[in-house]
């Protein structure tokens, strides 16, 4: 009987205990079913994801519209009369983000793949009310995904957006350069926030007077004499 309501207890963690009593409520874990075991919210964890998933929206509607509209290598400015610094351009890149290093495509599908495993795991590690830093997740993981989708799928990624000298990219590519740059703000204004704490933190430097030195230096001087 016991070792039934061991067996018993083992099957349904954090349900019983080995009396059969219900220990549910007085259960740590489960006293806050609305959020995960760092104590961040399910609603805060999901905010990354569902930013990827309007990039990925986005993303993926543009490139279908300008494949099927335009032909590659082909150009077509909106305002004529300033084609020199934006047009859209349909162009095949086998690079990374803005047509960087064009032969790379295989290792840019496995980087892609890595910096998503990591950016995930880096949101349920990140503690709770950070909420800039999913944004900035969400962004990155987004962008990442949506170039994975065209690499796997035609073993290159459309770009369309071409501003005159600057390299020809497209959403995935604007929204992982955001979210890099958003990363790279708050992590210097954290900095600098850690810094100021610091100083708050170090004791304020004393300083003594010379006049009163001076009076407690006279009398040994004195009986020295």
Same mark, same amino acid.
């Given at each position: 009987?016991? &070792?039934?309501?061991?067996?018993?207890?083992?099957?349904?963690?954090?349900? *019983?205990?080995?009396?059969?009593?219900?220990?549910?409520?007085?259960? $740590?874990?489960?006293?806050?079913?609305?959020?995960?075991?760092?104590?961040?919210?399910?609603?805060?964890?999901? *905010?990354?994801?569902?930013?990827?998933?309007?990039?990925?929206?986005?993303?993926?509607?543009?490139?279908?519209?300008?494949? %099927?509209?335009? $032909?590659?290598?082909?150009?077509?400015? /909106?305002?004529?009369?300033?084609?020199?610094? #934006?047009?859209?351009?349909?162009?095949?890149?086998?690079?990374?983000? &803005?047509?960087? &290093?064009?032969?790379?495509? !295989?290792?840019?599908?496995?980087?892609?793949?890595?910096?998503?495993? #990591?950016?995930?795991?880096?949101?349920?590690?990140?503690?709770?009310?950070?909420?800039?830093?999913?944004?900035?997740?969400?962004?990155?993981?987004?962008?990442?995904?949506?170039?994975?989708?065209?690499?796997?799928?035609?073993?290159?990624? !459309?770009? #369309? #957006?071409?501003?005159?000298?600057?390299?020809?990219?497209?959403?995935?590519?604007?929204?992982?350069?955001?979210?890099? *740059?958003?990363?790279?703000?708050?992590?210097?204004?954290?900095?600098?926030?850690?810094?100021?704490?610091?100083?708050?933190?170090? /004791?304020?430097?004393?300083?003594?007077? !010379?006049?009163? %030195?001076?009076?407690?230096?006279? /009398?040994?001087?004195?009986?020295?004499?």
């Amino acid at each position: 009987m016991l &070792f039934h309501m061991r067996w018993y207890k083992d099957s349904l963690p954090g349900k *019983i205990n080995c009396m059969g009593e219900d220990i549910l409520s007085s259960n $740590p874990k489960t006293e806050e079913l609305g959020k995960s075991k760092a104590g961040v919210s399910w609603m805060e964890l999901a *905010i990354p994801f569902l930013i990827m998933a309007v990039v990925l929206v986005v993303d993926q509607l543009s490139k279908a519209i300008v494949e %099927s509209w335009l $032909p590659l290598n082909a150009s077509w400015a /909106p305002i004529p009369s300033i084609s020199s610094l #934006f047009r859209l351009s349909h162009v095949a890149n086998t690079g990374a983000a &803005f047509g960087l &290093f064009p032969t790379g495509s !295989t290792l840019f599908a496995l980087v892609a793949v890595g910096v998503s495993i #990591f950016i995930v795991i880096y949101n349920f590690r990140l503690p709770a009310h950070n909420m800039a830093y999913r944004i900035a997740l969400g962004l990155m993981l987004g962008g990442a995904l949506g170039n994975l989708i065209d690499r796997l799928r035609q073993d290159h990624v !459309t770009d #369309f #957006f071409d501003f005159g000298p600057w390299p020809v990219f497209n959403v995935a590519d604007l929204c992982i350069v955001s979210g890099v *740059i958003l990363m790279a703000v708050l992590m210097l204004r954290d900095e600098w926030q850690g810094v100021q704490a610091e100083r708050q933190k170090q /004791p304020p430097e004393t300083t003594v007077d !010379t006049d009163q %030195s001076e009076s407690i230096e006279e /009398p040994s001087s004195i009986m020295n004499d």
